[in-house]
């Protein structure tokens, strides 16, 4: 993601993030223009759906676009066709810590 100085209107870097949300994330940015050196915080925040999740997560409700065709997307959930299929990215395994069992 590039963001422009909002001083100089140079581009700039992103030298961290944290969420804040599932949906806004702070930014740490510094302009890239030796001239200018101005440095900043930036919040982005996903506001709108523009193309629907495959792997939604429930807690996270973002409005539709209009554009989205709803009665087809919803004829089409409805439908009796499913299809056996393995993501090739499965979900991170994020081990515990403190278990004694686990690997090394
Ligand atoms: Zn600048």
């Known amino acids: 993601m590039r963001l422009r100085c909002p001083h100089c209107n140079s581009v700039s870097a992103i030298l961290t993030s944290e969420a804040v949300s599932s949906t806004v994330t702070r930014h ?31 807690t996270v409700v973002l409005p539709l676009s209009a554009h989205i065709r709803r009665d087809v997307i919803m004829a089409q959930l ?27």
């Open 28 to 58: 740490y940015v510094v302009c890239k223009n030796i001239n200018c050196g101005h440095s900043w915080r930036a919040t982005t925040e996903a506001d709108i759906t523009l193309s629907p999740s495959a792997i939604p997560n429930a």
């Open 78 to 104: 409805r439908g009796p066709t499913t299809s056996e299929y393995e993501p090739r990215r499965p979900q991170p395994y994020t081990r515990d810590l403190f278990a004694t069992d686990g690997p090394s």
